[in-house]
């Protein structure tokens, strides 16, 4: 895991600074090793700033990457580049086929680390014949993982995302100047508003400026699983098989599980624990939280090591702004959900934790929220199979990019086995009927339990409802009380601009659901954002120009 950004000139050159200027407002997400590109120049070095003096000279194309050791055994330093010295790659995730694809190169490579990311290069060095997008859009395919990554061949550069949007890419154009960076933060500017690369779509930057293609997205697979028995074994197999997958190189001597005490975060330890690994469960909330009683309760049942973290209003107020600052939004929404997992991820990097694992996206696959009963009870299976696809191809944007920055702030990567390409695919030729049983069915997720109790979950909790008046961390109403003591008089714009920005499946279900919290809420956190921002514009982008080359 890592960070990556860049520049692209049209027909010129601006300094190099900007590049720094990134790469230090993003290092904790690459806190071990830091490398750059300058015109066909390279140059790698221990700390960021040890690369300032390369970064005083002026670039045509620019490219910055820090790094963060998860997968390959060497300290090795991207940029990765081709053996015949025409591409430069740099890459932000994971490549979970890596080895296999390995196998695929026809050519003899020179291969110099273990790393998956420098299979990529050497994958492209074999598609490419003189169009960039052509031999990125002819391998993005192949890769199985998460990934944001942008390659260059000296006259153009090609920006990628995963189709599942994992990790996140934000571009913005100042003049002839792109700029692109793994977070917003890098490329505020007081006016524009980074633009959001959507998962699947490649950004190209060449003399004609940034245009958006398609790259790689996931099908949409026909219906042909109607069997219960043939549902829950297929799913147990390629769930089985996703957790094993994101093992996979991995020297970690201890994983952390984002832990709730739901059925989908103790399948994911459990499954975890089958594998051999030692993990520590981490929970936040108050102390009377549902969230933490029932976490409790599970881990002793089960056996499993539970780290909480208990807040207080004192808690919450101070870390307000931190939390806003690295989750990048202030929707009252994005907050609430965003502080217990940022505080189980700070506990979990004070251990020493490097690599999470998260039970997102279950719900989203077999209709695990109430309110799919209700799509079921107005419009039927076939919209309710719509929906449950609208909202996992809105993950990205209510969730992913959020629980991204919230675990990297620390310094932590976070895997998803819900979210394998082939869990997706195998969970959405299941039928809906399958996954709820008419619309007064209030268990859901009827595939998944029965999978869950075969996969070694005790029945009593994979057959267990869940009562969402009962359920939550408990920090909603913490940041209404903070609100009303601190906000003063309320500004009504700044009220709307906070719902606008606000996301969630919670605002697609229901009219009672579009006004979700208190103005003051909302004003006070978007207060906080907007302070935020104004001190992150960066020279670069607020008063330089790009300069035209010297005749």
Known sequence: MCTICGHYVQGGHICSSDIYDMLKKMDHRGPDTHGIYLDQQTHRARQVDDLRDELTSDSHIALGHSRLSIVGREQSTQPYVSCDGRLSLIHNGEIYNYQKLRTLLY????????????????LLEESYRGDLLDAVQQIVGLLDGMYALAVTDGKSVVVARDPIGKKPIYYIQNGPATYFASEKKALWNGRDEPVRLNPGELLCIDDQGPRVEGGYRLEVPQIDIVDFRQAVEEYKKVLTRSVSKRLTGLTESTLGVIFSGGIDSVLVANLLMREGKNIVCYCTGTADSADVQAAEAVAKDLGLELKTSIIDEATVEALLPEVIENVEESGLLQVEVAIPMYLAAKLAAADGIRVMYTGQAADELFAGYPWYNDVLAEHGYLRLHEKLWDDINMLYSDTLEREDKLTMAHS????????DRDVILTAMRISPRLKLEGAEDNLRKR????????????????FRTKDPAQSGSGIHQIIQNIA??????????????????????????GDEYEHYGESRARFYLQRIEDDIRKRFIPPFLSCERPQAPAA
Do not use: C, W
């Not at 003899?108 to 299979?119: L, N």
């Not at 595939?447 to 994979?462: D, I, M, N, T």
């Open 484 to 509: 009303a003591a601190k906000a003063g008089v309320v500004e009504e714009k700044m009220v709307d601009k906070n719902i606008a920005r606000d996301k969630g499946s919670l605002y697609r279900y």
């Open 412 to 419: 932590i990567e976070l895997r998803a086995p819900y979210l």
């Open 447 to 462: 595939v998944h339990r029965q999978a869950s109790a075969e996969l070694g979950v005790p029945p009593y909790l994979a």
């Open 107 to 122: 050519q003899e490579h020179d291969i110099k680390t273990t790393s998956d990311s420098e299979v990529i290069v050497h």
